[in-house]
T-cell receptor, first 112, second 115 residues
Framework: GAVVSQHPSRVICKSGTSVKIECRSLDFQATTMFWYRQFPKQSLMLMATSNEGSKATYEQGVEKDKFLINHASLTLSTLTVTSAHPEDSSFYIC????????FGQGTRLTVV | RKEVEQDPGPFNVPEGATVAFNCTYS??????FFWYRQDCRKEPKLLMS???SGNEDGRFTAQLNRASQYISLLIRDSKLSDSATYLCVVNKFNAGGTSYGKLTFGQGTILTVHP
C-alpha cells in the first residue's frame, strides 16, 4: 500500500483562489518532507523542504509567500498555493524519505 | 549546466530489444544514485539504486562510474510494460555524512516499446 498519501489527486480552481494540498506519511514519522513541481515534459523540480515544527526551506526562485508550507506534525505537511494563477497549473508531488524516497500520488492543479 | 543530465529521447524500440540509457551528474559531492520510473501523470517509483560495483535486478542492470560521474541503465528483453519515462536521480549527503534527502532529478528519458 501507499507509504505517502497525497490529497487531492486533482483540483481545478478559479484564478485568485487558494488551494491546499496535503501530504501524509502513513507508515513512519517524517521530520522532513519535500515538495516538487513538474511541468509537462519536464523533470521534477524541488520547490521546498518542509521541516516539522520549523519554517520550510525554499529553493531559489520559489516565492515563500505564494507557496505556504505547514508541517505541524510528524505525519502531515501541507502546501497551500495562494492566489493561484494559470501559470501555477502543474503537477505537485510530495515525498518523504526513509530508506528510500517515497512519493505521494501527486496533485494535478489546473487554474482557470 | 544542469546538475543531472539525461538524453530525453524518445527511444522507440521493439519488444525484445536491449536499450541503454545514460546519465551524467556534475556535483562530485553526490553520494547516492537511483533510477526511478515515472508513468504518465503518475508519481515516480524507485526502479533500482545504483552502486559502484554495478547491480542487476532481473532484466535491469545499473552501473555507476564515479570517476566519470556517469550512470547507466540497461534494459534487456524489453517488454511493452517497460514504456515509461526513466529518471536518473542523485542524492547529496549533508556535512554530517547522513543523507540530506534532497534529490536532484534528471529530465528523464522517454522509452516506448512497440510490438
Amino acid at each position: 500500500g501507499a507509504v505517502v498519501s497525497q490529497h487531492p489527486s486533482r483540483v481545478i480552481c478559479k484564478s485568485g483562489t487558494s488551494v491546499k494540498i496535503e501530504c501524509r506519511s502513513l507508515d513512519f514519522q517524517a521530520t522532513t518532507m519535500f515538495w516538487y513541481r513538474q511541468f509537462p515534459k519536464q523533470s521534477l523540480m524541488l520547490m521546498a523542504t518542509s521541516n516539522e515544527g520549523s519554517k520550510a526551506t525554499y529553493e531559489q526562485g520559489v516565492e515563500k509567500d505564494k507557496f505556504l508550507i505547514n508541517h505541524a506534525s510528524l505525519t502531515l505537511s501541507t502546501l497551500t498555493v495562494t492566489s493561484a494563477h494559470p501559470e501555477d497549473s502543474s503537477f505537485y508531488i510530495c515525498s518523504a524519505h526513509g530508506a528510500e524516497a517515497f512519493f505521494g500520488q501527486g496533485t494535478r492543479l489546473t487554474v482557470v | 549546466r544542469k546538475e543531472v543530465e539525461q538524453d530525453p529521447g524518445p527511444f522507440n524500440v521493439p519488444e525484445g530489444a536491449t536499450v541503454a540509457f545514460n546519465c551524467t551528474y556534475s556535483n562530485s559531492a553526490s553520494q547516492s544514485f537511483f533510477w526511478y520510473r515515472q508513468d504518465c501523470r503518475k508519481e515516480p517509483k524507485l526502479l533500482m539504486s545504483v552502486y559502484s560495483s554495478g547491480n542487476e535486478d532481473g532484466r535491469f542492470t545499473a552501473q555507476l562510474n564515479r570517476a566519470s560521474q556517469y550512470i547507466s541503465l540497461l534494459i534487456r528483453d524489453s517488454k511493452l510494460s517497460d514504456s515509461a519515462t526513466y529518471l536518473c536521480v542523485v542524492n547529496k549527503f549533508n556535512a554530517g555524512g547522513t543523507s540530506y534527502g534532497k534529490l536532484t532529478f534528471g529530465q528523464g528519458t522517454i522509452l516506448t516499446v512497440h510490438p
